[in-house]
């Protein structure tokens, strides 16, 4: 795993956006930013960014 930039995580065969404040992970970089703005300006998670990560996802729908 490479950091790049404020929060973009490169894993194995995809990219993943992470939120620096949060740690949570997305896949698309738009949520990510909406999630690092929230999370910096609030410094608390909002919940319907939040269930976008891909934490969130794994969480709910296992295999
Ligand atoms: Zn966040």
Same mark, same amino acid.
């Given at each position: 795993m490479q950091e790049v930039s404020w929060g973009l995580v490169l894993k194995e065969k995809s990219v993943? +956006? *992470?939120c620096s404040v949060c740690g949570l992970h +997305?896949?698309?970089?738009?949520? *990510?930013?909406?999630?690092y703005a929230w999370c910096s300006a609030h410094?608390?998670?909002?919940?319907?960014?939040a269930r976008k990560s891909v934490e969130a996802k794994r969480a709910m729908g296992k295999k």
């Open positions: 993943l +956006y *992470a +997305y896949t698309d970089r738009e949520t *990510a930013e909406e999630c410094s608390s998670c909002r919940l319907s960014v």
